[in-house]
């Protein structure tokens, strides 16, 4: 492992380069971060757990993950999954000329859908034919970012892949229209903003992601895994909040397990059970435990393009997949060896392979 191949921008030197302050998020890091071009990609996620025991994700992309290499060709990925109901899957393509987004704040339009708000209140409205989803979310834990938010690949930084986490958990209001009859529920949720400038399966060869609540504490952590070019280098992000205070978020003090972990028959990717990250300092120490119970999404990457495509990414031996689970996190708290405090409740994260199994 080469961890100066990959490395989590947080040097003084880098903040001043990207205009940013350490413990200061402004509103227009959520605003578009790219130019749009070829080889850059941009998206601002949405996820939320409601009270019915649905789940829904919401995703709003300047064009598709798999191509950056092509113009602009924006889209809408809608999830939903609700207990009794099939999974819904929504695909919501646009021309270019149906997209705007802001550069001053997150204000994102698509079509006759938007996504927008203030690093504190967001409303998220999702138009198709014979849907209509709106969404407010009121955010109950600061923005936070690791370092500067930017993840830089190559002996001088050749790369980047940059993450923003703007709303780290808030309260969920969604409204769902389908066929002339409408249902409000109430949940908790989270909203992140991605944009890179090179295809990530160049970077990256795969990924655990998730975010949660656990009685008091919010959650957001991942793990990933740096391509063979980068020296499989190893960049933990890890924030733990109390009451809305972040009290641990030293990525470089995390250690990840993955427990029972086993092949997926569909994506032939290998799925950990259980997968947690221990959070180890002078004065706490934290493990979170992210405890699979369902797989509520499994897509392989050569089955997302269809015709020809789907056959020449075949002989060419894509097998890159995504995977999206829920189940229950549970956070404990150690003195010692001994736990002194402990909860659990729902949540979603996420397995994303982009390259080969090693």
């Not at 999954?81 to 704040?105: N, V, W, Y």
């Not at 972040?246 to 993955?258: E, F, G, H």
């Not at 990457?301 to 890159?320: C, E, P, Q, S, Y």
């Amino acid at each position: 492992m080469n961890s100066q191949l990959a490395r989590i921008a947080d040097r003084e030197e880098d903040y001043a380069r990207l205009g940013l302050k350490p413990e200061q998020i402004a509103a227009w890091e959520d605003g578009m971060r790219t130019s749009g071009d070829r080889g850059s990609y941009e998206w601002w996620y949405f996820d939320a757990h409601l009270d019915d025991g649905s789940s829904m994700v919401i995703t709003f992309y300047t064009k598709p993950m798999l191509s950056p290499k092509g113009p602009e060709a924006p889209l809408i990925t809608v999830d939903l999954d609700r207990p009794g109901q099939p999974k819904k899957h929504l695909m919501l393509h646009a021309t270019a000329e149906q997209f705007s987004a802001s550069r001053e704040s997150c204000n994102v339009h698509i079509r006759d859908s938007y996504f927008r708000g203030d690093l504190h209140t967001y409303q998220i409205k999702v138009v198709d034919e014979g849907i209509s989803i709106d969404v407010e979310l009121v955010g109950q834990v600061p923005a936070w970012r690791p370092g500067t938010g930017h993840v830089y690949f190559g002996e001088h930084d050749d790369h980047l892949f940059a993450w923003l986490p703007s709303v780290p958990q808030g309260k969920v209001t969604a409204t769902i229209t389908e066929n002339g009859s409408s249902r409000t529920l109430t949940g908790v949720g989270y909203h992140d903003h991605n944009w890179g400038d090179v295809a990530m399966a160049k970077l990256l060869n795969h990924w655990y992601w998730g975010r949660a609540q656990a009685g008091a504490y919010s959650i957001v952590a991942s793990y990933l895994y740096a391509e063979k070019a980068y020296g499989h280098a190893e960049l933990p992000i890890f924030m733990l909040a109390k009451n809305g205070k972040v009290v641990a978020d030293v990525s470089s003090k995390v250690t990840l397990l993955l427990e029972d972990e086993r092949t997926d028959p569909k994506s032939g990717k290998p799925v950990a059970n259980r997968v947690i990250y221990d959070y180890e300092d002078d004065q706490n120490r934290y493990r979170v435990t992210f405890q699979r119970s369902e797989t509520i999404l499994n897509l392989r990457f050569a089955d997302m393009v269809t015709g020809f495509k789907h056959i020449l990414a075949r002989m060419a031996n894509v097998d890159g997949a995504y995977l999206r689970f829920t189940g229950t996190v549970s956070v404990e708290r150690y003195l010692g060896d001994e736990i002194v405090e402990q909860a659990s409740d729902p949540g979603i994260w996420e397995l994303m392979y982009f390259g080969h199994v090693e």
